[in-house]
């Protein structure tokens, strides 16, 4: 897979997605190339590398290990896909919805909860 430069889509966010796809089609299953590596391999700066990789790490695909190197998580791919409903998200973190002024639950509410 290779980079589009004529592509508007923001190189860090193509090369991310080149990432996603190789570790999810198991191409890197350990530990994933250096930013020096990643660099050289797709001509871009080391800071469209590091936007990439944080990217993977705050989604919990990648893992970064102090002086180790950046590493495949160890959660098994379908906990990355695990979608959840809005309201069970909301429930899970205890957000509670405003609608002017007034708390929403599931029992006052306008809105279906599912």
Same mark, same amino acid.
């Given at each position: 897979?290779?980079?589009?430069? &004529?592509?508007?889509?923001?190189?860090?966010?193509?090369?991310?997605? =080149?990432?996603?796809?190789?570790?999810? &089609?198991?191409?890197?299953?350990?530990? =994933?190339?250096?930013?020096?590596?990643?660099?050289?391999?797709?001509?871009?700066?080391?800071?469209?590398?590091?936007?990439?990789?944080?990217?993977?790490?705050?989604?919990?695909?990648?893992?970064?290990?102090?002086?180790?190197?950046?590493?495949?998580?160890?959660?098994?791919?379908?906990?990355?896909?695990?979608?959840?409903?809005?309201?069970?998200?909301?429930?899970?973190?205890?957000?509670?919805?405003?609608?002017?002024?007034?708390?929403?639950?599931?029992?006052?509410?306008?809105?279906?909860?599912?």
């Amino acid at each position: 897979m290779e980079l589009d430069f &004529e592509n508007p889509i923001p190189l860090h966010a193509q090369l991310k997605t =080149i990432l996603e796809d190789q570790i999810l &089609e198991a191409y890197y299953k350990d530990k =994933i190339p250096s930013e020096r590596e990643l660099m050289d391999m797709y001509s871009v700066s080391r800071s469209t590398v590091r936007e990439a990789v944080s990217i993977l790490v705050r989604g919990g695909i990648l893992e970064k290990r102090h002086g180790k190197g950046t590493f495949v998580s160890l959660k098994p791919v379908q906990e990355w896909l695990k979608m959840i409903n809005f309201t069970e998200t909301t429930k899970s973190m205890r957000i509670k919805l405003l609608d002017h002024g007034r708390v929403l639950t599931p029992e006052n509410s306008r809105c279906k909860w599912f």
